[in-house]
């Protein structure tokens, strides 16, 4: 079965510092990868996506995210964090089948803190 | 207004009883679902639906039913509350999941807490 595991639940940044957060998949045939963030009292929202068509991936508010297969990872990275940034983000996978559940499996998440 | 509505947003109920959750999306979406979050666990499914009258379970199905009689509307019940369903519980839908320009479009949630 498909699964996600996000390293570290808390990731602290100062403002302007470079953000990574850390996912790793598991999964027997090709995924489809996703990121999410969650703002205060929100439900998530979609940031990026991971098609197959492009190993990096460009989403909203200058996230990025990279697929390496090697490593069986789909980090999140941003250049500068910004304090409205602060958030907490959750990595999600699909595989790519026709048939089986249709449903997205989530990562336990990382809070993000910006730091001003 | 067009989006994916929950209610109520906050609920306190006592073990034992039975309490709905209720969601309701103005898309026409196919797929619909149910997430319960809880710290250190992210969000787990406990139930689906591919259409009107066609539920799935997920991770998590005990202690909940649902059931969607029509398109818009898929409500989660807990038929005998108990105090590890304490959670945030969340409605999500999407076109079709399956494809990955249809992403899942989420409520704002349900804060549940049973005494």
């Known amino acids: 079965a498909q699964s996600v595991t996000q390293l570290g639940s808390h990731v602290s940044v100062s403002e302007g510092a470079l953000v990574l957060l850390r996912c790793n998949y598991s999964?027997?045939?090709?995924?489809?990868l996703f990121w999410y963030v969650q703002y205060p009292n929100q439900g998530l929202q979609l940031l990026l996506k991971y098609t197959s068509a492009a190993t990096l991936v460009k989403g909203i508010n200058g996230f990025e995210a990279e697929f390496k297969k090697s490593e069986t990872s789909f980090h999140l990275t941003k250049p500068s964090a910004h304090m409205s940034d602060a958030a907490e983000y959750f990595c999600a996978v699909r595989i790519n089948m026709d048939t089986g559940r249709r449903a997205l499996t989530f990562g336990s998440g990382t809070r993000l803190q910006v730091q001003p | 207004d067009a989006g994916i509505t929950q209610s109520p947003r906050y609920k306190i109920t006592e073990t034992g009883r039975q309490v709905t959750l209720m969601c309701h999306q103005t898309w026409s979406h196919s797929y619909m679902f149910w997430y319960r979050q809880d710290l250190g666990h992210g969000l787990r499914l406990i139930y689906y639906?591919?259409?009107?009258?066609?539920?799935d379970k997920g991770e998590v199905p005990d202690g909940y039913v649902v059931s969607r009689s029509k398109t818009e509307n898929f409500p989660l019940t807990l038929e005998s509350a108990t105090r590890s369903q304490t959670s945030v519980y969340f409605c999500a839908s999407s076109e079709d999941p399956g494809q990955v320009n249809s992403p899942l479009h989420f409520g704002n949630g349900t804060r549940l807490t049973v005494t």
């Open positions: 639906s591919a259409a009107a009258d066609i539920t």
């Open positions: 999964s027997s045939v090709p995924p489809y």
